[in-house]
């Protein structure tokens, strides 16, 4: 349960707010991502990093700005979102991005868009 | 076009009766699949995998999962179900780019 933590748990912005969601795994793990769900759809996968490098961008708006400093840590910078950006976002890792790895995830970070 | 159904919203059982949470794939090559929980203000916990050999895949808390590949079925099972079981239920499928396709989810409500 304690593998991936996310910070903040909870965030309500407005939508000329900037803010930044953070992600930490303490697995070990090379490949890192972010998701959004909303409800009653499928998960939708945001961006994948290995090994600090971003190898996935779902064609993702621009108000959102993904960061990965390093292995252990995901950011997701936010900025002049909209109400429909609101949702719960979910930061995940496994330890490659390829293959039939596991992907461990945090708890979320539910944001609400005013 | 690579996709997971879950064609089911929602499923009620009673606690002590076997229970089924349905699954269909569409994949190019071999599918790798999985299945994840979801408990309330919870992120998702894996629960079981197939990527090759027997069909029958046991996972956590007593689940297991039939992969069928002549029907591109792989139905979530528990042969006695617990009030504790009762969660939403994703599952989901790699695709050719190595990434996760997932389910719209399965709601799944065990009344005592």
């Known amino acids: 349960e304690t593998g991936v933590t996310q910070t903040p748990r909870h965030l309500v912005m407005g939508m000329t707010n900037k803010k930044s969601l953070k992600c930490e795994q303490h697995?070990?793990?090379?490949?890192m991502y972010w998701y959004k769900q909303s409800a009653k759809k499928p998960l939708e996968l945001m961006f994948v990093y290995s090994l600090e490098e971003r190898v996935e961008n779902n064609s993702v708006p621009s108000r959102f700005s993904p960061e990965c400093p390093n292995s252990s840590h995901l950011f997701l910078h936010l900025h002049t979102l909209q109400p429909e950006d609101s949702a719960l976002y979910l930061c995940a890792s496994s330890p490659s991005d390829r293959s039939g790895e596991t992907q461990y995830f945090g708890p979320g970070t539910r944001l609400l868009v005013l | 076009a690579q996709s997971v159904a879950q064609p089911e919203d929602q499923v009620n059982v009673a606690e002590g009766n076997p229970l089924t949470v349905k699954c269909t794939y569409s994949?190019?090559?071999?599918?790798?699949l999985f299945w994840y929980v979801q408990y309330p203000n919870r992120g998702l916990q894996f629960l079981l995998k197939?990527?090759?050999?027997d069909n029958l895949v046991k996972g956590s808390y007593g689940f297991e999962a039939e992969f069928n590949k002549s029907q591109t079925s792989f139905h979530l099972k528990k042969p006695s179900a617990l009030v504790s079981d009762s969660a939403l239920y994703f599952c989901?499928?790699?695709?050719?780019?190595?990434?996760?396709?997932w389910g719209a989810g399965t709601k799944l409500i065990i009344k005592p």
């Open positions: 994949v190019s090559g071999n599918p790798y």
């Open positions: 697995l070990g793990h090379n490949a």
């Open positions: 197939y990527i090759t050999g």
């Open positions: 989901a499928v790699r695709d050719s780019n190595y990434q996760l396709i």
